[in-house]
């Protein structure tokens, strides 16, 4: 894109802040205790002048006049103002976003909010771990029936580009010996906690950390016993043999480097501790809960092994 291609767009964006980014928005019901009651549960607020409907939640704020998932008679979504212009000039991922919210009075039954909303900002082009991109600002402002502002929500978007493959990310391939060239598995996050653990596997040894006070088996390795808070400690090998505890046969998202429909199951080792890995040869569909395992040494790159599963004869 040329500069002066790239400087039409953003001039464009730029010349509607703050015009209305939707049409103004009334809430379906009004602030309701059957509402905020499921809110709370789902939350984990217990305070009783929400549970007794005296006052809504504030961080309900955006509840009442929230959009509807599926489009239909009188649920026109639409686009906020400026992010189709954002997302032609090919900034189409989002990563994250950020929100900051003013509660200006206490919200109670009854009340039916209106929200309107403003483009506030697009900011210059930023370069980001994830590519370059333009913050975008929204202004939400709600009012109640009276038309007395109640709250007010700035709503922050990173739009970026998302990275073209590079040489590099083209060089994260393997050739297998049918000449099939295959995305590498992702490297494991090694901590000083837990290298032992890898320098194990690639001995072809499944080790687990062994508090050196109180002698209990620990997994995934920490610093620290959770037991007795010792930082004294050493290593078990374990026999590899274990019963699945639990499952899921993941299908996305699907991550190169691995095989979908992908078993993962939660293994009880013998000697006590779970372990969490792939199952090998076994068909998602033949995973039973308490089915016997064995662990099996994976080389999934020139330098490290991965622990996986699979079914063992019960003996
Ligand atoms: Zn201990």
């Not at 730029?14 to 602030?31: C, F, H, I, S």
């Not at 980001?128 to 709503?155: A, M, N, P, W």
């Not at 308490?290 to 003996?315: H, L, S, T, W, Y």
């Amino acid at each position: 894109m040329s500069g002066t291609e790239k400087n039409n767009w953003l001039e464009k964006v730029r010349a509607m802040v703050g015009r209305e980014a939707l049409p103004p928005q009334t809430a379906a019901d009004p602030v309701n205790l059957p509402m905020i009651r499921r809110w709370c549960e789902a939350m984990g607020e217990s305070d009783p002048k929400y549970l007794d409907g005296t006052a809504a939640p504030p961080a309900m704020l955006f509840v009442w006049t929230m959009g509807h998932f599926r489009a239909g008679p009188g649920r026109e979504g639409g686009t906020l103002l400026g992010l189709d212009l954002v997302e032609a000039a090919g900034f189409t991922s989002v990563v994250a976003t950020n929100v900051e919210e003013e509660y200006l009075r206490e919200l109670r039954c009854g009340d039916v909010l209106t929200q309107r909303i403003t483009l506030d900002a697009i900011s210059e082009e930023k370069k980001t771990g994830l590519g370059v991109g333009h913050f975008v600002t929204y202004r939400y402002e709600f009012s109640d029936q009276k038309g007395e502002v109640v709250g007010r929500t700035l709503f922050r978007v990173l739009k970026f580009r998302p990275p073209a493959k590079t040489n590099e990310t083209a060089a994260r391939v393997d050739t297998d010996t049918a000449g099939v060239t295959q995305p590498l598995h992702p490297r494991p996050a090694i901590t000083r906690d837990g290298a032992f653990f890898w320098e194990g596997l690639n001995q072809r040894k499944l080790l687990v950390r062994k508090c050196g006070s109180c002698g209990r088996l620990h997994h995934p390795p920490g610093p620290m016993c959770p037991d007795c808070n010792s930082l004294e400690w050493t290593t078990q090998q374990c026999s590899g043999r274990g019963r699945i505890h639990s499952f899921v046969v993941v299908h996305q998202p699907q991550i190169p480097g691995f095989q979908y429909p992908l078993p993962v199951a939660l293994v009880d080792l013998e000697e006590g501790v779970r372990i969490v890995a792939n199952l090998r040869d076994i068909a998602p569909g033949k995973v039973r809960i308490n089915m016997p395992v064995e662990v099996e040494f994976v080389e999934v790159g020139k330098d490290f092994v991965i622990p996986a599963f699979r079914e063992r004869q019960a003996g």
